[in-house]
């Protein structure tokens, strides 16, 4: 009897194979073409590792053997291992391990599964690929590389419009504009109302303010304060806002280490909202609620939605963290960022927006005119393969109606009728090639013909309405 599929690990059709296969290139060459070498990691870390940064353990795989060798004694709990839930945690481990062997700034990146036991839901799995950037600084790490990273990640996605991508909306904040702006209002659990407005998108506007009633001990003006920042958003012009809002709520003097703070934030909010207008024009905003609520964030984050697919969620976030990879005497700053491959996907297909123009790479279908004569199919076949041209051979000498249907069935668009050379013998025997979507047959050689450019290959289009 067959078991019913695990929900939250995907498993693609073959022609979702394709679409998948060509979004990973198109961010692998975007990723390549600004200088980001690419890097693998091991699939498990330390289990103490992974808990280190704040991921809570019900997310986390733990990876152990059915059976220990006899006398083996168990594993102490941080030395247990569990499969990574992101590529930022493994990376940091990667740059303090390889430091002696990187040239810094190091540019990195890195396209794997991750696994994270959480409730499968749209566009949410318990194992997914994604593909990321960071850049890593030895001590230090320029603020213009956090302009940089989401220049990239943005033109990587809109890119993927070639492949029928919606467009996207990067939203962007600065972890010291809010940090200083809590702070400046007389709220000092920074992390904690972090914690809080990250969920305002789950809870509402009505939900975070109790929460920051309940758990921060925030009074009225304060949540007040809190709920006005985090609606504000767009353009350059929001920085101002911000300074008018903190002039009205600010429970500390101008010379404060928060306002010091908060106007090194919104200096740095400006920077990066300015270059993205020069060089993405349209595809970045500011969105004050957008607060990123791990630990190690320190500098500018993101998150991207997709344009008439926001119910989704972020489908490629990340940000800056001074401290993340540290080996006790030296630092490594860097900002990075991860786009969810497997959530893109799910959307794509689940909403028909993209597809593939056949499910196999296969242009050619060599027919058999009989099993005796077999080999010249097979030469032909090999004739074209050699230059370049995606072919297959007919499993069975069937009657070439059958063939016929089999390469349709297959989505192959071309059938090759071997020539009278019957002994295999000739490699370059002239036959004839049927196109068989429009019925065109001509006369043909392998050494010489080829199908279309856009029959060569698979191409991933756009579903167009009806």
Not at 104 to 121: A, D, H, L, M, N
Not at 229 to 243: E, Y
Not at 321 to 340: E, H, M, N, Q, W
Not at 364 to 383: K, M
């Amino acid at each position: 009897m067959a078991r019913a599929s695990l929900s939250g690990f995907p498993e693609w059709l073959p022609d979702q194979r394709i679409v998948e296969q060509r979004v990973l290139d198109v961010i692998a060459r975007t990723f390549e073409l600004h200088g980001f070498a690419s890097v693998q990691t091991r699939a498990v870390e330390p289990l103490g590792e992974l808990l280190r940064k704040g991921e809570t353990s019900k997310e986390v795989y733990v990876l152990s053997r059915l059976q220990a060798d006899e006398g083996e004694a168990p594993a102490d709990e941080a030395d247990r291992l569990g499969l990574h839930f992101d590529l930022t945690v493994p990376f940091a481990r990667y740059v303090v391990e390889h430091a002696g062997r990187l040239t810094f700034p190091f540019k990195r990146y890195q396209i794997q599964p991750v696994w994270r036991g959480e409730r499968p839901q749209d566009g949410r799995f318990r194992e997914f690929w994604q593909a990321d950037i960071d850049v890593v600084g030895d001590g230090e790490l320029p603020f213009h590389l956090e302009v940089d990273v989401a220049l990239v990640a943005a033109e990587a996605l809109t890119a993927l419009g070639a492949l029928g991508l919606p467009p996207v909306r990067m939203l962007v904040n600065n972890r010291k504009v809010v940090e200083g702006f809590y702070a400046a209002i007389g709220l000092d659990r920074t992390e904690e109302v972090l914690r809080v407005v990250d969920k305002l998108a789950k809870i509402g506007p009505d939900g975070v303010a109790r929460l920051l009633r309940e758990e921060v001990g925030a009074s009225e003006a304060q949540v007040e304060a809190c709920l006005a920042l985090s609606r504000l958003g767009g353009d350059v012009t929001v920085v101002d806002q911000v300074r008018d809002l903190a002039d009205r709520y600010a429970s500390v003097t101008a010379d404060d280490p928060a306002r010091a703070l908060l106007a090194t934030g919104l200096d740095e909010l400006s920077a990066l909202l300015e270059a993205a207008e020069q060089r993405a024009p349209g595809v970045v905003a500011a969105d004050l609620s957008v607060a990123r609520g791990l630990d190690y964030y320190t500098g500018s984050v993101y998150e991207t939605v997709l344009l008439g697919h926001e119910n989704l969620g972020s489908i490629c976030s990340g940000g800056r963290y001074d401290s993340l990879a540290t080996d006790g005497k030296r630092t490594f700053p860097g900002v990075g960022i991860s786009i969810g491959v497997s959530r893109l996907l799910s959307r794509l297909f689940s909403a028909d927006l993209v597809r593939a123009t056949r499910s196999v790479p296969t242009a050619v279908l060599v027919a058999v005119v009989d099993e005796d004569r077999r080999a010249a199919s097979d030469a032909i076949a090999a004739t074209l393969r050699s230059r370049g041209i995606p072919t297959d051979v007919a499993p069975t000498a069937a009657k070439f109606g059958k063939q016929i249907r089999y390469a349709d069935r297959r989505g192959i668009p071309f059938v090759w009728f071997p020539g009278s050379d019957e002994s295999g013998s000739d490699p370059a025997s002239h036959g004839e090639v049927k196109d068989i979507r429009s019925g065109e047959q001509v006369a043909a050689d392998p050494a010489t013909w080829s199908p279309p450019a856009e029959d060569l290959w698979p191409r991933v289009v756009a579903v167009v309405p009806e």
